[in-house]
């Protein structure tokens, strides 16, 4: 079973940022938080990742609190290109563990 | 980001036959690649892992004899669906990681079997 909890739909005005929360309270000291997003009909798209750290790539950042057990993913400027289905995914740094997809959030923004 | 190429990304086939679908990591060797199967608005479903030169571990309820999996190299794995049904069809998506501590996806294949 997924290890996260994400409210499971959202909407965006087009051009403000989009703040998806990810509940994690189970997460162990060696898992990472990853995102993912997934267009309709392509398969996921790599988003970000962290551990306990704020992280920024040319994508979004990544919000993680103190106690690890919720993080937030922002899109800074959300264009209608940006709706899809988003995945919070709790997972150790190795390459053989497994990624497991809970029902995600629908983002729709909106022009 | 590393590039994982899934092939045919449509493939319709008639109930009794078998299909095979592949997934190559192109920039990477992928030690491990993970197999998903997703219906219409519902989330992806792992069916299995596979690790290069090893035998595939499925998740409880998924046929292995039904969902043959190999992983004979370290840019390929191949799902073959046999004696294909129509509940087979489905959105098909393989994953692979390697040195690196993401997976990435394989754009998908949408199989109908009729």
């Known amino acids: 079973d997924a290890k996260t909890t994400q409210p499971p739909s959202m909407d965006c005005a087009e051009g403000r940022a989009a703040n998806l929360p990810c509940n994690h309270s189970t997460i162990s000291g060696n898992e990472y938080v990853y995102w993912y997003r997934q267009i309709h009909s392509q398969g996921p798209q790599y988003i970000i990742h962290?551990?306990?750290n704020n992280e920024t790539n040319e994508m979004a950042s990544l919000i993680i609190t103190e106690d690890r057990k919720s993080s937030t993913l922002i899109l800074p400027h959300a264009t209608l290109r940006d709706t899809a289905v988003y995945y919070c995914i709790v997972r150790a740094k190795t390459s053989y563990d497994k990624v497991i997809f809970g029902p995600g959030t629908s983002l729709s923004v909106i022009p | 980001g590393a590039v994982v190429s899934q092939h045919p990304s449509r493939v319709i086939c008639k109930s009794g036959t078998s299909v095979k679908i592949e997934c190559r990591s192109l920039d990477f060797q992928a030690t491990t690649m993970f197999w998903y199967r997703q219906f219409p608005k519902k989330s992806l479903m792992l069916m299995a892992t596979?690790?290069?030169?090893?035998?595939?571990?499925?998740e409880q309820g998924v046929e292995k004899d039904k969902f043959l999996i190999n992983h004979a190299s370290l840019t390929l794995s191949t799902l073959t669906v046999t004696s294909a049904h129509p509940e087979d069809s489905s959105f098909y998506i393989c994953?692979?990681?390697?040195?690196?501590?993401?997976?990435?996806f394989g754009q998908g294949t949408r199989l109908t079997v009729v």
């Open positions: 994953s692979a990681t390697g040195g690196q501590t993401e997976a990435f």
């Open positions: 962290g551990l306990k």
């Open positions: 596979s690790n290069e030169g090893s035998k595939a571990t499925y």
